[in-house]
């Protein structure tokens, strides 16, 4: 557990680290107070700041006034700093040298998910949904710390794993503790994908140890992502080893040779929202998904009917988010639809992903003046495991 920290959040100008930082917003945190908090930002046109993401404010990654506020900010109280898909926060911070390499820096995602594993999303929106938080979700820096802080405290999370430590060794060196404080099972950790794209410019990629998804989705992942896939094996081009559960001996060769090691957890939140052609899950080429009696693995097997005689519709959703809930209902029983259908659709399940459009509240719409139900993913989530608590 973490009695003091302090709460970052930070609006980019784009996914790589070269667009930029453009605003920051920090709380010091103690014993569950705030303590102190930043805002750090130059405006230049107060007409979009309420549009979020940075928008309306300049660039500040090499400003040294704003720099020497921030590291002001770090000098007066030493706390570790939490972000929330801290990875992607930490890699700017650290690329325009705002924070040392070994200042400790934990994600609040992991945080969050080795407390309530088995939630479709950790992202800020869906988690705002899913615990009935009234908030007006903007995506400003000072409201996402400030959400963030809120969360910390609903969840209360008991394990926080910095970043860039894998699961595997905490396990190995806190397992005892690990039992006693959380009682959770590691393997029973999810990934959910959302939004981000070539971070891994000029990485050469390779991947050791296991996890939920096959070699081939992950480097088909990291390719998307702008990474070089040159070889299974460690090789002199080598500059990134991903580490999952289980690494072998190409963990130690990274060690030795110095080469950068990222935890595969850390990986996947960096990915968030890359949609592929995994070959792991539903196809992607079908609006319908149906239960089907098969022997293969990678079909769903029927867990129980709790969704029998439903028919749901993903929509809007992001498809990857489409294909894991298909599955779900799928497994339970239903049917699920990557559409509306007028006269087969029983509740309509939706999640918006940036940037919005008409079209998709229209269908939302379209679906309460019918009489279907609709549910956001959030609530979804929480009929989801009402229904399936006892199983």
Known sequence: MLNEMIILDIETGGLSPEDGIFEVAMIAVQNNEIIDELHLGIINDDS???????????????NFEIINKFNSFLKRYKFPIVAHNGSFDRKFLMFYNWIETDYPFYDSVRAFRLEIPGLFSYSLSVLIDFFDIEYKYRHTATEDVKILYKLIQIINPKLWVPIGTSLKTLKSS????????????FNSLKVDFETVKDIFNGKNIVFTGKGPYKRDDLMQLAKKCGAEISSNSIT????????????????QKAKELGIEIMDMDDFFEMTTGIEIETSSNISTN????????????????????VFKNETISFI?????????????????????????????TTMLVYHFSYPYNEEDYSTIQKAKDLGIPTLSLG?????????????
Do not use: W
């Open 174 to 185: 806190n397992k005892q503790s690990t039992q006693n404080n959380s009682g959770k099972n």
């Open 379 to 391: 609530k979804f989530n929480k009929l989801f495991i009402e229904k399936t608590k006892n199983i």
């Open 286 to 305: 079908s609006e319908i998904y149906t239960t089907k009696t098969t022997t293969n693995i990678n079909e769903p097997h029927l867990l129980s009917e």
């Open 236 to 251: 002199k081009k080598t500059n990134l080893l991903i580490v999952g559960e289980k690494a072998g001996s190409k963990l």
């Open 48 to 62: 979009k700041i309420n549009l979020g993401y940075g928008r309306g404010y300049d660039n500040i990654s090499d």
């Open 316 to 344: 809007p959703m992001p498809l990857s988010m489409c294909e894991r809930l298909s599955k779900i209902v799928i497994s339970h029983g239903g049917t699920a639809l990557g559409r509306l259908r007028h006269k087969e």
